[in-house]
């Protein structure tokens, strides 16, 4: 059995008070054990952004957690105070932002923020000694000659290098947790390739898990050991990779999965899933899938109820009341 | 007058950056016929989104010419331009930028039937129709639609005037996956019922891929690779385009067949002499330093620039071996 790093319960995130209350994220759970990683796929909505900042503690101010439990090593981060959470955040858990140009300071050199990442959880080094450490990230993240553009501003960088020098500062500390939400979607896809390999480097040398946060099915199939699908701010699926991918339990999966253009097959039409996802605040009643399922056939129990994860736990788990029939066809 | 519906001869797009020349666009040329589609593909900076700037006259070439139905655009006044706008009309990328948030969507479609006084009262519903939507949107405000429905706003927007040329910007790349979906069959079904033409710009080949006839990849303001969709997709004869259909995350295929590129794409304004594409590519020899490559027909229907066109790959492979790529 692998070392679990994190583990997550029941976590419920709200945006907004009162009658404007809108639930961003519904009682999920999953795990992601030491050297693993885990992709969290789905669309925008369905709570997979507002599932990393939860654990990062940094929800915006209208956001909340309503409940839930998160396990890195042997401390729960949803009950940590701010200042507990930065002794924690970018030392034990750090975070790979999508647009490397706003996650970086502007105005600040990019050695510096490096540095600076050094420097925060290790005050015993003085400031020569945090710019090596800082140099030997940046090379080891890939950067032609770093000690040449260490006092470049960020503008002046590519957006493929300066996503190398955020990753730099995410595994300044030698995380135990990685958390990736999108790292790649603002990149070109021969840099983007390029940066998944960084990813899955530096994931290898420092056996810190990985969570991939992504929209895009073919990043997620790419990098991850499982996956967990989400769809209005539930698990609708999960599973290890090979299992989701080949063998989709739950008709948004497998839909999504047929919705995709492919490269090497010639499609007239591409499938369509009708709809669109739903208001996170009018949810319809029992499956949050229904209206748009392909499967349901208007059965009456997914208009009753709403289907719990069901399987083999850590192997192939799906939400749905008809999974049976989806593994048939 | 040609059969062509469109035909750009030879376009170059210069710019001017801290006293340095940028070569945006460096000698395009590619034709579109009537009811077909042109996909444009290559990364940023490869000068994709200036040749359709270009060819929607949205800037002046610095050299070629963009021939449409016969007549020559780049010389004509705005004025003298007035009437051929109305056959060539675009969709943008984001739906949430390119729909004026004060205008309905009534408003928003009627504006190019008032703007060349044509009669608009009919029409915005019939087009609400043929993009799916239904009569009762016509009063809403942009706000109160979802992505997808917004770009269907746009495109009924560029169908208003009946165009014989659309200009699709990255129609799809700001929608989520299964709206995407949407969106690609509906510009078919529309393509099959009216016989509009497409000029597609897009970063991803699977979209290109899905709604081209015929495909030119682009890298630093140059055609690396074009012809047939069947000719371009069966055989990436360019190094460049077989190392960027193998980087693309696909569902189906393992990553021990990617080719992944050092480096990045040069400053377009210092590009490297010889073959632009040399200092990342994986099978260059000397001459590919001093010597640009011209296109030539590798096939029937595909013509590629490279002094070592790659054969076709064998089936069910996206590229030759990982470790048989250092050469």
Not at chain 1, 84 to 107: H, S, Y
Not at chain 1, 159 to 178: K, T
Request: proline residues 7%; charged residues 20%; glycine residues 8%.
């Amino acid at each position: 059995m692998s070392a679990t790093i994190l583990d997550v319960s029941n976590l419920s995130v709200v945006f907004g008070k009162g009658s404007a209350a809108v639930p961003a994220v519904r009682g999920i759970s999953f795990a992601v054990a030491r050297g693993e990683t885990l992709g969290i796929v789905g669309e925008s909505g369905c709570g997979k952004t507002a599932t990393g900042l939860a654990l990062l503690g940094l929800l915006p101010s209208s956001g909340r957690v309503t409940s839930g439990v998160a396990r890195l090593g042997n401390r729960d981060l949803l009950a940590m105070s701010p200042r507990e959470l930065r002794g924690i955040r970018g030392r034990r858990l750090a975070m790979v932002f999508q647009d490397p140009a706003t996650a970086l300071n502007p105005v600040l050199s990019i050695g510096r923020q490096v540095s600076e990442a050094v420097a925060a959880h290790n005050s015993e080094l003085d400031r020569a000694q945090a710019k090596k450490r800082a140099l030997d990230l940046l090379e080891a993240v890939g950067v032609p000659d770093p000690a040449a553009r260490y006092r470049d501003l960020p503008h002046v960088w590519s957006g493929g290098m300066r996503q190398r020098a955020v990753v730099a500062m995410a595994i300044a500390n030698r995380p135990r947790l990685l958390i990736a939400d999108e790292p790649t979607t603002a990149l070109d896809v021969t840099i983007q390739a390029q940066v998944l390999d960084l990813l899955r480097l530096v994931q290898g040398e420092t056996g810190a898990g990985l969570i991939l946060i992504s929209h895009d099915f073919g990043v997620v199939a790419e990098m991850s050991d499982r996956i967990a699908v989400m769809y209005a701010g539930e698990i609708v699926e999960t599973g290890t990779a090979g299992k989701v991918m080949e063998t989709p339990r739950h008709p948004y999966t497998a839909a999504l999965l047929r919705s995709v253009p492919d490269l090497d097959l010639d499609r007239e039409q591409l499938e369509v899933i009708g709809g669109q996802p739903p208001n996170p605040s009018l949810l319809p009643s029992g499956c949050p899938f229904r209206p748009r399922c392909f499967l349901s056939g208007g059965r009456a129990v997914c208009r009753e109820t709403a289907p719990r994860l069901d399987g083999e736990k850590g192997s192939h788990q799906a939400a749905c009341h008809f999974a049976a029939e989806l593994a048939i066809r | 007058m040609s059969r062509h519906l469109l035909e750009v001869r030879d376009l170059r797009v210069h710019y001017r950056r801290q006293h340095r020349k940028v070569k945006a666009v460096d000698g395009i040329s590619f034709t579109l016929a009537p009811g077909e589609t042109m996909g444009l593909v290559g990364e940023s900076g490869c000068g994709k989104s200036s040749t359709v700037r270009a060819v929607l006259r949205l800037l002046k070439p610095t050299s070629g010419t963009i021939t449409f139905e016969g007549t020559d655009l780049t010389h004509l006044s705005p004025k003298q331009l007035r009437p051929h706008r109305r056959q060539i009309q675009a969709v943008f990328q984001d739906p949430y930028g390119s729909l004026n948030p004060r205008m309905t969507v009534d408003q928003i479609i009627s504006q190019p039937l008032r703007i060349h006084g044509l009669e608009a009262r009919d029409r915005v519903d019939d087009l609400l129709d043929l993009v799916g939507l239904g009569s009762e949107h016509a009063r809403r405000f942009p706000r109160e639609l979802s992505g997808g429905q917004r770009q269907r706003v746009g495109i009924a927007r560029a169908l208003a005037l009946s165009p014989r040329l659309v200009v699709l910007d990255e129609p799809v790349s700001s929608l989520d996956v299964s709206i995407r979906a949407q969106i690609l069959n509906l510009l078919k079904e529309i393509q099959d019922r009216l016989g509009v033409a497409y000029l597609l710009v897009s970063h991803d080949l699977s979209v290109v891929r899905h709604l081209s006839d015929h495909v030119a990849v682009m890298y630093l303001g140059r055609t690396v690779q074009a012809g047939t969709r069947g000719a371009v997709f069966g055989r990436s004869a360019h190094p460049y385009t077989r190392s960027l259909l193998s980087a693309v995350p696909t569902v189906a295929r393992s990553r021990s067949e990617r080719i992944v590129l050092t480096g990045e794409v040069p400053d377009p304004a210092a590009p490297p002499p010889g073959c632009h594409f040399s200092p990342r590519c994986f099978q260059s020899a000397e001459a590919c330093f001093d010597l640009e490559p011209a296109l030539a027909n590798y096939s029937d229907s595909g013509r590629c620039a490279c002094h070592f066109p790659l054969p076709a790959p064998p089936l069910g492979s996206a590229g030759p071996d990982r470790h048989q790529r250092t050469i």
